[in-house]
């Protein structure tokens, strides 16, 4: 019963550290990087819709991207759209396809996407401590329905703040490689 809560806590802590990734990868370095479109949302007939659901994102050269949408008559919603998220590229349209030049990152820009980067590190590792918290809740009342002992108790919850350091080092870890990504020029 109590392996189920450890079992548990550490497949959600998992979810966090991925999802901790595929945040860190929505930030832009000075390479072009498809995830950086993932959240924006294109007004396609008064439906706001996924960018990559209305066309195809690739890197036909090392610092820009090229959108191909599958309906030509949304480009002008699509460059609108990138404008006004916080990508911080101006998109070139030339009739079939947008062209995103990314540029390369000033030192005033880095410090910004630095400052956003542990800022998103330290929500995911509140995330983490909250999944421990859960557990940990979860434990206190089997021990209080007296289907563990106290000791048990102690003991499993000393299982589940090992695995929360272990993941919270794993979000760490990706946060400093992230940096390195950033600051290199």
């Not at 916080?86 to 349209?93: C, E, S």
Request: charged share 35%.
């Amino acid at each position: 019963m109590t392996a189920d809560v450890i079992q548990e806590a550490e497949r959600r802590m998992q979810k966090a550290v991925e999802a901790a990734d595929h945040d860190f990868a929505t930030l832009r370095t000075g390479r072009a990087n498809p995830m950086i479109l993932e959240g924006i949302k294109v007004d396609y007939y008064g439906t706001p819709t996924p960018l990559n659901q209305l066309a195809g994102i690739s890197v036909p050269e090392p610092r820009q991207l090229m959108i191909t949408p599958w309906d030509k008559s949304c480009l002008d919603a699509i460059a609108k759209a990138i404008l006004s998220s916080d990508v911080g590229i101006t998109p070139n349209n030339d009739g079939q396809v947008i062209r995103l030049n990314v540029p390369y990152l000033t030192e005033e820009r880095r410090k910004e996407l630095i400052k956003q980067l542990h800022k998103k590190s330290e929500d995911h590792k509140v995330a983490i401590r909250n999944i421990r918290r859960d557990a940990n809740e979860h434990l206190k009342t089997q021990q209080k329905n007296s289907e563990i002992s106290e000791d048990d108790m102690k003991r499993e919850q000393e299982k589940i703040q090992k695995i929360t350091d272990k993941y919270i080092a794993e979000v760490d870890k990706h946060t400093v490689s992230k940096e390195a990504e950033l600051k290199e020029v």
